[in-house]
């Protein structure tokens, strides 16, 4: 290899993936024989790889790419022009997301729930109330999903899909009394039947368990209620430390202020543990120096960083390059080592969307 296996990562991050002839005809088709990939969350798009049997990537399908998945003697393998660099393994798209599974009702049943790797991820609201300029889910109609619907389509997928932990995330709820109780129900009904034969996650922001209650005791209660609902861990993601890009980038995470952010962070710290909470910095909006500020900030109250790559959700701005996301995770990992504190996620294939190995 001309470098190591994480810059390779890197690499396909950003230049993306093309498939030889031969590999695309062993591949897994869609309903209409083309769609090898399954267009979802713009975080999770793309085709999965594992290089080397070691390091997880999501890497979108791009004709230009100079790095090609090849078919040879039975293997798979990663090169760009004559150089072999790995083999790697493919792993694509449930077949439920592939072939367009359909609930009852008619939905897709990847409304409501998809897996990735091995992770199974239950998207309760459709939609977002918040409009975070990167994010493509406040693209789609604000719905809260029944249930009903939800455990529906969880049961299809537990009877189809093997999966080791799951994530309770989508949109953000909008300020009301209603929409705080839902999810409250949501968290409550899978925490209590299924938390202690699967790890749960939740991906929310700083909130109390209603919207009369968002300070720090309001914080406290709440996150206690989750725990004792079997909740397992959380991800309340800062996502950027500059605060001029804060403003213009996720405009209602500015308003919740860092303070809070952090003062939620402690206190769910306190009670879940730190390898159970965890924060998500978006890697390529801002200078490496505000990342890396974000990365101490969190490391020094014992929260786990994650660092994820901006995937352009518009002309305007560009992903990261390869060699700007090198020097904040070299920089990540030296910080994350000062404080003794691990940078996520923990999970192997969940590190696909993510700059870390």
Not at 75 to 91: A, Q
Request: proline content about 4%; hydrophobic content about 35%; overall charge neutral.
């Amino acid at each position: 290899m001309e470098k190591e296996l994480y810059e390779y990562k890197l690499d396909l991050l950003y230049y993306g993936i093309k498939i030889d002839d031969e590999c695309f005809k062993r591949l897994i088709k869609g309903n209409n024989n083309n769609n090898v990939c399954f267009d979802d969350y713009i975080t999770t798009r793309g085709l999965m790889l594992c290089l080397d049997s070691k390091i997880y990537v999501s890497t979108d399908i791009k004709e230009e790419s100079p790095y090609i998945i090849s078919f040879i003697n039975d293997d798979y393998f990663l090169r760009k022009g004559d150089l072999y660099i790995c083999n790697i393994d493919i792993l694509q798209p449930p077949e439920f997301a592939l072939y367009e599974a359909r609930l009852i009702s008619g939905d897709f049943v990847t409304n409501y729930v998809n897996v990735h790797g091995d992770r199974l991820r239950l998207q309760p609201i459709e939609g977002c109330a918040f409009l975070c300029k990167f994010c493509n889910l406040n693209q789609k109609k604000y719905l809260l999903h029944r249930i009903d619907d939800l455990e529906e389509a969880f049961q299809y997928v537990l009877k189809n899909v093997k999966f080791r932990h799951i994530l309770i995330s989508g949109g953000t709820p909008l300020y009301r009394s209603e929409d705080y109780e839902y999810l409250n129900n949501v968290y409550k009904f899978f925490g209590l039947k299924y938390g202690k034969k699967f790890p749960i996650d939740i991906m929310l922001v700083p909130r109390g368990l209603d919207i009369n209650n968002n300070d720090d005791i309001g914080y406290e209660n709440f996150l206690k209620q989750l725990k004792e609902w079997n909740i397992t861990g959380l991800s309340v993601n800062l996502e950027l430390n500059n605060d001029k890009l804060r403003k213009e980038y996720i405009p209602n995470k500015n308003s919740l202020r860092k303070e809070n952010y952090f003062n939620f962070l402690k206190l769910a710290i306190k009670i879940f543990g730190s390898e159970n909470v965890r924060s998500c910095i978006v890697v390529g909006l801002e200078s490496v120096q505000d990342s890396l500020i974000a990365v101490e900030d969190l490391c020094r109250i014992g929260c786990m960083p994650v660092l994820c790559p901006y995937i352009p959700n518009d002309l305007e701005t560009k992903m990261p390059k390869p060699e700007f996301m090198k020097e904040v995770l070299i920089g990540a990992k030296a910080i994350a080592k000062k404080y003794n504190v691990k940078l996520g996620p923990l999970c192997d294939s969940c590190k696909h969307n993510t700059i870390f190995y």
